[in-house]
């Protein structure tokens, strides 16, 4: 799979630990976040993602930012991407399964590494449901 990452200033060490679990898996990653804690502004990092999603140059986008809302509220604006906001395993799971989610945004500041870690691991291995879902998911776009 292709797999675009993006984070601010909260999220280089989750960065990191995913990227080394992607590589090992043998994903191709790009990596538009910032190896620094110095602070920076989210969108420049999540804008990317959200661009190689929605034209196919990636498969899925991994964005990481303090909080996890403001990198997902900036690729959300994009046509195509479905970000969903997740802190927990089973959100990933039903975010995939339910919203057919193509980018998963982390909230550094309130999940740990490992978390993360399980989290990307369980949202890409997990399919959308399609049926009921599918028409639900044709009305999210404006």
């Not at 690729?75 to 193509?102: G, T």
Request: charged letters at 25%; glycine letters at 8%; hydrophobic letters at 35%.
């Amino acid at each position: 799979m292709k797999i675009s990452i993006g984070n601010d200033h909260a999220g280089p060490d989750y960065k990191k630990a995913i990227v080394e679990m992607l590589q090992a898996k043998g994903h191709e990653v790009t990596n538009y976040g910032t190896d620094s804690s110095e602070s920076v502004d989210y969108p420049d990092f999540g804008h990317p993602v959200a661009t190689d999603v929605s034209e196919g140059k990636a498969d899925f986008g991994i964005v990481i930012c303090g909080s996890g809302n403001g990198i997902s509220m900036t690729v959300n604006k994009q046509s195509k991407v479905r970000a969903a906001l997740c802190w927990m395993k089973e959100i990933a799971v039903l975010a995939r399964q339910h919203n057919d989610a193509n980018i998963i945004s982390i909230p550094a500041r309130f999940t740990s590494i490992p978390q993360a870690v399980e989290m990307v691991e369980a949202f890409l291995n997990t399919e959308f449901e399609g049926g009921r879902h599918q028409n639900r998911v044709d009305k999210i776009s404006c």
